[in-house]
């Protein structure tokens, strides 16, 4: 801090005294457990209500979106003076985190729920690569297809609606708008939207067999001008949604693909509507990102006990089971899930496993070792959707000129490649 | 002027001046610094990447579009409202308070609005479905269709924020001396005649603030386009949170930010230009 | 023709306010609509059979609603103190006097308003931190006045050049101090102006989100604590949280009608 800056914290002391209103920084008990998971009204509420309740201590259970959630977890890191014990976030929001030292290694609570079986891969997730625990996982997610079982008779001859591929999806697209008249399949595009993902973990693993390394390879090159004849059957609104279970439910879609949580409220609410499946394949396989969030410790947290004690509570297989019959979050644990899910979890437990499953599966990780490159990593690929696809400019041109952007961002970080990129000594390269 | 006049003018700003300085200005230098600097070193390049991003160009268009119609929408329907009010014989108190609701309603619950009266199931379909005019839902908002979007956030902006033009100009209305009316009245002059030259001259400082304010803030309107075109319509202040939230570039938002406060300046200037006020024409 | 010219303009006010009421109307009628409600084509103009108070319920039955209301009474209160006590001064200076640096100042207090203040709100969070004002309704306050301080300085600089010089130099020929001369002569015809600038600030201080939901964890204003809530909910739930933030803006304004009212009042003594 400068001069000025010292100046100002002075002046503003004196301030605060004169209107003798400052109360004293009261020492809470509870724990403050601030997440960028679970934010939706029911949602936090089932937190509070159902999935806190068997812990002995009290919780504060707060909800951020991802950009505050970093503005104040830095922001309290900088001032040294921490509110919030326990941070629950995803893996990327975590990762912005680390570099700035606002995240202490918990290497002493890996130890605690070493029993729970949490898988030894997400584990080393949660250390970026560091060699210390920085966040325990806490439960994972991944992105599945939707269908209003109306779309169903639309479906090209032959296809089989488990293994779809991008040309039967498109087919289908021709299909349902040639005779419903209207662009039914929608996707996640909206400013809040996850549209990105879809990019990275989807579509460029499915046809280049990469995320980086391919980004401008001739298969990507097909691969846009695939995507774009696709997009004449995907309805203009897509660019406004932000979850898709709205527009399922509202039927101004019959088709769509979304993170499992942001579709939930529509299968949990119409069930027998509606259908699930596992995203399509391309000619390298069927891309798809699982997606972790995990419980991270602050430095300096006023209540690191707590936050122990909680995590511990977060991960017994119990806990697990009963935030998947809820919120539709899965296990990261060991765990077996009860028969008696409701119908609209179940469909989402059988799409996941049909995708985890798929005999042309192919994995595709969260990106890693971005640190706070993340959005602009994500921007990479949403910039040559909207120039290639919405805006029509020649594909080569703009993988180009994105390409050059992107090679900025590896090489700034240093981030190696993750798969299904092959690994790579040093920062991941852009052929 | 006495010796103790010259220092009191001063005195009566300090307090605001001070305050402003501490919370405004510190963290606006810091902000400035940051544009200009990578890592401690002197840089342009937050400015390059900014006027290199596909959404720059269109920002800057939209917003310029948005300012030029819906500031002078605004001071127009205000002033048609404020002389209504005028006139208006009973019930002043009802319609100026109706006419000051969206005053007091926030831009985010302004667009949940428009919102639910102009998407696809909305309301305005709803009508136009029950008058013949259209067979079904019918899109507004998307990228394929830019003139209704733009209309729509116009509808909206106007909406909300009509009411603080509105309400600058009836305190400045209720300050013209009532006797200079009547007196146009007497000489026979028309009541355009009597606008023109009577009531508008009088209320240049009044329009002058209003003016001010509404383009300034104009060029910050952020939430309401966000809750109604999403992506569709990008403005100056919406690429700012977009590259300070989502892409986490604080070095691209603050260079954003300060585009954003020299156009404001730039605008302010010709204002105070264009519309001297009393005190400074005597001065 | 006057009763031609009467009806032009009765049907003008009364268009005019159904522009504004229309549209409040219908976000009522959404917010009650339930989860159905939304996606219900073609829609009525009168509640159907979608009618449901659930989503007003789920809102209500939040905890801390209560309390986060309180605080953003106080935040706003502080907030309207602040900025007549900080702005009205300045308005009063800029309208009386010519003064070198005068265009320097109201481009200060532009500025303050030019800029987005989302990008101030890491460096002011740090430094709120460590004078102890974070987490507290008092330092949403303070950020708060920064934004309604232009409109305070502003709006009664034009209302003070309203008021005549002659007046209070004529008060002062009779022998009243400068002070005097204020206090009986220029603050009673600027009172009801003064007022509804007063008002303005609350209503500034009380829609704020960004500021609010940034500088505080637990000491919620009500904006911010429903809009947390409310950004990624359900479209039903966002209507009804959008009605919710609407009424009171209706009751207030309400509320402080007289006031409005008082500063049309005096140009028809």
């Not at chain 1, 697990?320 to 409701?342: C, N, R, Y």
């Not at chain 1, 049909?354 to 990106?367: E, H, M, R, V």
């Not at chain 1, 919405?390 to 961002?409: N, T, Y």
């Not at chain 3, 809009?227 to 009424?247: K, Q």
Request: charged letters at 15%; hydrophobic letters at 50%; a positive charge.
């Amino acid at each position: 801090m400068n001069a000025i800056s010292r100046l100002t914290v002075a002046g503003l002391a004196g301030l605060a005294a004169a209107l003798a209103f400052v109360p004293a920084y009261a020492q809470q008990q509870d724990v403050v457990f601030l997440s960028t998971q679970l934010r939706p009204i029911e949602e936090a509420q089932k937190v509070r209500e159902v999935i806190l309740k068997g812990f002995p201590g009290k919780v504060t259970y707060l909800v951020e979106e991802p950009p505050q959630f970093d503005v104040r977890m830095r922001a309290e890191g900088q001032a040294g003076r921490r509110t919030v014990s326990l941070a629950g976030a995803l893996h990327g929001e975590l990762s912005a985190l680390q570099p700035s030292g606002d995240l202490q290694a918990i290497d002493d609570i890996a130890a605690k729920v070493k029993d729970r079986g949490i898988p030894a891969n997400l584990m080393e997730l949660g250390r970026f690569g560091t060699g210390k625990q920085v966040y325990i996982p806490w439960m994972q997610a991944t992105y599945i297809m939707v269908a209003n079982k109306k779309a169903l008779q639309y479906l090209p001859p032959g296809a089989d609606i488990d293994s779809l591929t991008y040309d039967q999806l498109e087919a289908w697209g021709k299909a349902m708008t040639d005779k419903a008249g209207k662009r039914l399949i929608g996707f996640p595009a909206g400013p809040k939207g996850l549209m990105p993902r879809f990019f990275e973990g989807y579509l460029y693993p499915s046809f280049t067999g990469g995320v980086v390394t391919t980004f401008r390879s001739p298969e990507a090159e097909q691969m846009w001008t695939k995507f774009a004849a696709l997009w004449k059957y995907v309805t203009p609104n897509s660019t406004s949604y932000d979850f898709m279970q709205e527009p399922l439910m509202g039927e101004e879609v019959w088709v769509a693909f979304d993170h499992v949580a942001r579709v939930k409220e529509a299968l949990v609410q119409m069930p027998q509507d509606f259908v699930t499946f596992p995203a399509p394949a391309g000619p390298k396989g069927r891309g798809y990102m699982p997606v972790i969030a995990g419980l991270a410790i602050p430095t300096g947290a006023p209540n690191r006990d707590g936050a122990v004690a909680l995590i511990e509570h977060l991960t017994k297989p119990q806990t697990q089971i009963v935030t998947a019959a809820e919120v539709g979050f899965f296990p990261v644990v060991k765990a077996e899930l009860p028969a008696d899910l409701s119908p609209g979890i179940k469909l989402i437990a059988s799409a996941v496993a049909k995708t985890q499953n798929a005999p042309d599966a192919l994995p595709a990780l969260l990106p890693v070792g971005l640190a706070d490159k993340g959005g602009e990593f994500n921007k990479v690929y949403f910039d040559a959707f909207q120039r290639i696809v919405l805006r029509g400019e020649p594909v080569k041109e703009v993988l180009e000129a994105q390409a050059g952007v992107l090679k900025g961002i590896m090489e700034a970080t240093k981030a190696p490649c993750w798969a299904p990129d092959k690994p790579s000594q040093g920062a991941c390269p852009v052929q | 002027m006495s010796g103790r006049s010259r220092f009191l003018p001063y005195l009566l700003l300090a307090p605001s001046v001070l305050f402003l300085a501490a919370l405004f200005v510190v963290p606006l230098v810091e902000t400035i610094a940051i544009s200009f600097s990578d890592n401690g070193a002197p840089t342009l390049d937050h400015y390059r990447r900014m006027a290199g991003d596909l959404n720059f160009w269109p920002a800057v268009k939209n917003t310029f579009l948005l300012v030029v119609t819906v500031v002078p929408l605004q001071v127009a329907i205000a002033l048609g409202m404020a002389s209504m009010l005028q006139k208006l014989p009973r019930g002043r108190d009802l319609v100026l308070w109706i006419w000051t609701i969206p005053l007091g309603v926030s831009d985010l619950a302004a667009g949940l609005v428009w919102l639910a009266l102009l998407q696809e199931r909305g309301y305005l379909n709803s009508a136009l479905a029950a008058l013949g005019l259209i067979d079904g839902p019918t899109q507004w908002l998307t990228y394929e269709t830019p003139g209704t979007l733009f209309v729509g956030i116009l509808l909206a902006e106007v909406w909300r924020a009509t009411a603080i033009v509105f309400i600058i100009l009836v305190a400045g209305l209720q300050l013209i001396p009532k006797e200079y009316r009547e007196a146009a009245e007497i000489f026979g002059a028309s009541p355009w005649t009597t606008f023109r030259r009577i009531t508008l001259p009088l209320l240049k400082p009044s329009l002058q603030t209003a003016l001010i304010l509404r383009t300034v803030l104009a060029f910050e309107v952020f939430a309401v386009v966000y809750a109604i075109a999403g992506r569709n319509f990008p403005v100056l202040v919406g690429e700012a949170y977009v590259w300070q939230r989502d892409n986490q570039a604080y070095g691209v938002a603050a260079a954003y930010a300060v585009l954003i406060v020299v156009i404001s300046l730039a605008a302010t200037v010709v204002y105070l230009r264009v519309l001297r006020s009393r005190t400074e024409e005597r001065s | 023709m006057k009763t031609v010219r009467r009806l032009v303009y009765a049907t003008g006010v009364v268009a005019l306010c159904a522009w504004v009421l229309v549209p409040i109307y219908f976000i009522t009628l959404g917010a009650f609509g339930g989860r159905a409600g939304v996606f219900k084509w073609p829609k009525g103009v009168l509640p159907g059979e979608t009618f449901s108070f659930a989503a007003m319920d789920t809102f209500l039955r939040i905890e801390g609603v209560a309390h986060a209301a309180f605080n953003s009474v106080i935040a706003a209160s502080i907030c309207m103190a602040l900025s007549i006590a900080l702005g009205a001064p300045a308005g009063y200076a800029l309208a009386r006097y010519s003064f070198p640096g005068q265009n320097l100042y109201r481009l200060l207090i532009l500025l303050t308003r030019a800029f987005p203040l989302a990008i101030l709100a890491l460096p002011l969070t740090v430094i709120f931190i460590r004078v102890g004002l974070y987490d507290t309704p008092v330092g949403v306050a303070l950020i708060h006045t920064a934004l309604a301080l232009p409109f305070a300085a502003l709006i009664s600089s034009s209302l003070f050049m309203g008021i005549p010089r002659e007046l209070e130099e004529a008060a002062w020929v009779f022998g009243c101090s400068r002070v005097q001369a204020f206090r009986k002569i220029v603050l009673p015809l600027a009172l009801p102006g003064i007022a509804a600038t007063a008002i303005f600030a609350f209503v500034i201080s009380w829609n704020e989100v960004f500021a609010a939901s940034i500088l505080t964890v637990r000491e919620r204003t009500l904006t911010a604590y429903l809009l947390t809530v409310l950004s990624e909910s359900p479209l039903h739930f966002r209507f009804a949280g959008g009605f919710l933030l609407i009424v009171p803006s209706i009751a207030f304004i309400f509320a402080v009608r007289k006031y409005l009212f008082a500063m049309w009042g005096i140009a028809n003594r």
